[in-house]
Structures are given as structure tokens and as C-alpha cells.
């Protein structure tokens, strides 16, 4: 049973930073493209970043810029750097594999609260 722990998330003023963490109970995490995601209230979840096993980085179009994903496969660990934080970037917060087979079990997220 593959779990995913999420943490990191708070409540930060507009402008403000965070650094998210997902670390990952999997052997072959190294072997996985991995992804953040998020859902806000009332909306589906999106994807945010994605990173593929040889550090290779997309994000989608509201966060470019502001948002930068690692990993750090010794760790089996995933990151979200986050600066620039706006109030439309409240929601929360997951980490999952991005595979044909479908995602792992999603664990229970962070909460990013973006508020003055």
C-alpha cells in the first residue's frame, strides 16, 4: 500500500511563501514522473507541477513563475516552493504520480490558506 504524506501548508499573506513536502512510501518512487496538485473549494482538482524522473519541470500557466518543483529520489521525497502567493492559490494541496496506470491512493493533502 503506497502512502503519500503531504505537509508543509498554513496560512500566509498575500505575497508571502511556502514549501510543501510529499514524501512517498514507494520503491520505485525514482521511477516515477511526479506531480502536484490542488482543489479548491468547490472546483476540481488540477494539476499544478509536474517533475519527471530526470528533473525535468512544467507547471501550468497560473503558477509559472512563482512555483517550483523538486525531488529528492534519495528521500523519495517531492517539493513545492511556492513565492508570490495570491489569495487564488488557496486550496489543498497534493502530490501523486503521474502514470498511464492512474495515481497512487491520494493521501490527505496540505491546506494552503492565502489570506491578509
Known amino acids: 500500500q503506497v502512502q503519500l504524506v503531504e505537509s508543509g501548508g498554513g496560512l500566509v499573506q498575500p505575497g508571502g511563501s511556502l514549501t510543501l513536502s510529499c514524501a512517498a512510501s514507494?520503491?520505485?518512487?525514482?521511477?516515477?514522473?511526479m506531480g502536484w496538485y490542488r482543489q479548491a473549494p468547490g472546483k476540481e482538482r488540477e494539476s499544478v507541477a509536474t517533475?519527471?524522473?530526470?528533473?525535468?519541470?512544467n507547471y501550468a500557466d497560473s503558477v509559472k513563475g512563482r512555483f517550483t518543483i523538486s525531488r529528492d529520489n534519495a528521500k523519495n521525497t517531492v517539493y513545492l516552493r511556492m513565492n508570490s502567493l495570491k489569495p487564488e492559490d488557496t486550496a489543498v494541496y497534493y502530490c501523486?504520480?503521474?502514470?498511464?496506470?492512474?495515481?497512487?491512493?491520494w493521501g490527505q493533502g496540505t491546506q494552503v490558506t492565502v489570506s491578509s
Open positions: 501523486n504520480r503521474v502514470h498511464a496506470a492512474g495515481p497512487y491512493n
Open positions: 514507494v520503491n520505485s518512487f525514482s521511477l516515477n514522473v
Open positions: 517533475i519527471t524522473v530526470g528533473g525535468f519541470t
